[in-house]
């Protein structure tokens, strides 16, 4: 029988106030356009390239559209769209081409090259391969709406603003918001009523000749990324190998990440990573340290700056939430009620940090945010009281699993270090963990004739909601301990073995990753984001987990589909895609409403390329082990330009699953 389905209303933010969230009904969707991003700039295009103000079309900063048309005429038409593509994570190039003369046949003769970038640049290049000279107007149509985001996402933009020239070009404004575009060089003529920019643009034979567009906010200055000169944040990352879809997918990892960054706005040495875009351009806390985590391998300076920008927003007082890091309520799927993302990035903030400081993170720098840990580890402490498990924060009472997961890492992890620093309480939240994984294994496993499965949730009355979900995954990431050591899971053998199975399983492994329900529960749905969609930070996890258990065919079908799915989305990988079952010829559907680029999905790829090289540094100690699929599904595969204890790292591993250290930090010991 399936177990009880809560019917929650939607998700409201807790903790600190913001601004309501847009209705996911209400999204319009993204799924087909190309998104040039620098936060806290980006661009949204079609593959026509003409930027008309229909949907969500423009160049964005701070989260409003500062330019919502710009459309481009030769000769009085439109040229022809021929290609888009995405250049980088900020830029993505758009040709369409002309026929100029009639009778001359089908050939153009005119090509026209638009280069778009976030940071408001778009270069417009007329190519003639025409036999004479040509004399062509080039008129720029401008316009924009001055809009929120949140209102063009439901249709409630309103009307143009009115135009004036200013300059070489235009400018708008509204009340709180300006723009004004430059033009390089000057147009001859310029007419605001139409936000008309006219040029007569002479081309010899075989000449090409470009014009420059400049949108800013307002009249202070270009716009500039925020993470411009924290580059070092994310190392220059790069893989070879066998199979040719790692370096693409690394190289597009590490672009998206940048892309991502943002910095704190009282504190800008401290920068973190943005949910994604165009939906989530703001500090999401699980999100950005689960990403931080993920990216580790690139350097310790993104998990740094995130911990320091959670750390100032921790709750602090004498009550129940005091210690926790604020979060929203998100959907849970359809058999649960929403969950606090504020539990689940307050579990991970001591994780994180236990977890840089084995990558490297300085000394100082540890003991800097230790007392915020020590916080995390007392509110998780409070929560537990003399119970076993953590419980849900929702008025409902239930126990879930994936969150007893990520407890149990906090607590082990905590311990570390704790004991580390010679901080009171570590044999507390060992004793602690060591009686939850013996409650763990036998109340919280549905046994059936298949052998069994973890239940999605546990009820205060002790009934168990047996779905199966990919948040099963999160009871294989059991957290890194010193001397290359994995912590111990909630799981036994037998029953790591089997959940192995069920990952890995039709029900579970759609092809493309790992569904977030299974295709056999009640209530599932290829696109639900937890009810049946493929989320990639989850397959991830899934990926590394069952490497770390020892389940290399489980884990190589569930790498092999991930990869595939990001070579159909040109290595940008979403954050999530529809869970339908992989058939010949066919290619993962997107989901409307995903964010591309995702900071999860972004991070997700240098996570699972470095769990094949089995990458497990001990910093503090000096030593670093190595521990490879032996599988080597992907045969050979080399990453260079890692950071292991603040120096650059480079391993290669063999087809015969063997990894040799090629560059590494002076005195860096290779562990056993």
């Known amino acids: 029988m399936p177990g009880p389905v809560f019917r929650a209303p939607s998700p409201q933010p807790s903790g600190t106030p913001a601004q309501p969230p847009i209705r996911p009904a209400e999204l319009p969707p993204a799924h087909a356009a190309l998104i040039c991003v620098a936060l806290p700039a980006f661009a949204i295009s ?120 200013h300059d070489s070009g235009m400018r708008w404004s509204s009340a709180g918001a300006h723009c ?78 940048r892309a991502l960054l943002l910095r704190d706005p009282e504190h800008s040495a401290d920068i973190y990573l943005a949910a994604g875009a165009p939906w989530r351009c703001g500090l999401a806390p699980a999100e950005a340290l689960a990403a ?3 990216a580790l391998p ?85 929560a537990i009281g003399d119970g076993v498990f953590l419980p849900d924060g929702h008025r409902s009472g239930l126990v879930r699993c994936e969150t007893q997961a990520h407890a149990h890492r906090a607590a082990l992890l905590g311990a570390d270090l704790l004991d580390a620093y010679g901080i009171e309480g570590a044999a507390g939240l060992r004793q602690w963990a060591q009686r939850m994984r013996s409650t763990f294994r036998e109340e919280f496993w549905v046994a059936d004739r298949t052998g069994g499965r973890p239940a999605s ?56 990753g790992l569904r977030s329900l299974g295709s056999k529960e009640a209530g599932y749905n290829p696109f639900g984001h937890r009810g049946g969609a493929v989320r990639v930070q989850e397959t991830a996890v899934a990926v590394t987990g069952l490497v770390a258990a020892g389940h290399d065919k489980e884990a190589s079908s569930l790498l092999r589909g991930m990869l595939s799915a990001a070579a159909c989305f040109d290595h940008r990988l979403p954050e999530m895609y529809a869970g339908e079952q992989r058939t010949e010829g066919a290619v993962p559907l997107p989901h409307p409403a995903a964010c591309r680029p995702a900071a999860t999905a972004a991070a997700a790829g240098i996570h699972v390329l470095a769990a094949l090289a089995g990458i497990h540094p001990d910093a503090p100690a000096g030593t670093v082990t190595l521990s490879p699929v032996r599988s080597a599904p992907l045969g050979e595969l080399g990453l260079t330009g890692l950071s292991v204890a603040g120096a650059p790292f480079s391993v290669r591993v063999s087809r015969l699953g063997l990894a040799m250290v090629e560059e590494a930090a002076d005195g860096l010991q290779l562990g056993v």
């Open 180 to 257: 004004l575009v430059t033009a390089n060089p000057a147009p001859a003529d310029a007419l605001a009523s139409a936000g008309l920019l006219r040029w007569e643009v002479d081309l010899p034979p075989g000449a090409s000749r470009t014009v420059e567009l400049r949108v800013r906010p307002d009249a202070a200055g270009p716009i500039r990324a925020a993470g411009h000169g924290a580059m070092r944040a994310v190392a220059p990352a790069a893989a070879v190998g066998d199979d040719p879809r790692v370096l693409p997918l690394l190289a597009r990892s590490v672009e998206d990440l």
């Open 298 to 382: 690139l350097g310790t300076r993104l998990a740094a700056g995130t911990m320091r920008t959670l750390a100032r927003s921790q709750l602090t007082g004498s009550g129940p939430r005091s210690g926790m890091i604020p979060g929203p309520l998100r959907d849970a799927g359809p058999h649960l009620p929403p969950g606090c993302a504020g539990t689940e990035a307050t579990l991970l903030f001591p994780v994180l940090l236990a977890e840089a400081r084995r990558w490297g993170l300085p000394g100082p720098e540890v003991e800097e945010l230790l007392p915020a840990a020590e916080r995390c580890l007392r509110w998780l402490r409070d």
């Open 292 to 294: 931080a985590r993920m």
């Open 457 to 512: 949730a546990r009820l205060p009355d002790g009934r168990l909601l047996p779905h199966l979900t990919g948040g099963a995954a999160h009871l294989l990431d059991t957290g890194l301990l010193g001397s290359g050591e994995l912590a111990p899971g909630l799981l036994n053998k037998i029953q790591t073995e089997q959940l192995a199975r069920l990952l890995g399983g039709p029900a579970m492994d759609s092809g493309w």
């Open 46 to 165: 079609t593959g026509q390239g003409q930027l008309t103000g229909h949907g969500l079309e423009g160049f964005y900063r701070a989260g409003r559209r500062i330019l919502s048309r710009c459309q481009v005429r030769v000769a009085g038409r439109e040229p022809v769209a021929v290609q888009a593509r995405m250049l980088s994570a900020d830029s993505a190039r758009f040709v369409a081409t002309l026929c100029l003369s009639t009778g001359a046949g089908p050939d153009p003769e005119l090509v026209v090259e638009r280069i778009r970038r976030a940071d408001g640049t778009e270069r417009i290049t007329l190519h003639s391969s025409a036999a004479r000279p040509l004399r062509l107007p080039l008129e720029v149509s401008l316009g924009t709406d001055l809009a929120e985001l949140g209102r063009v996402a439901s249709g409630r933009s309103g009307p143009e603003a009115p135009a004036s020239v």
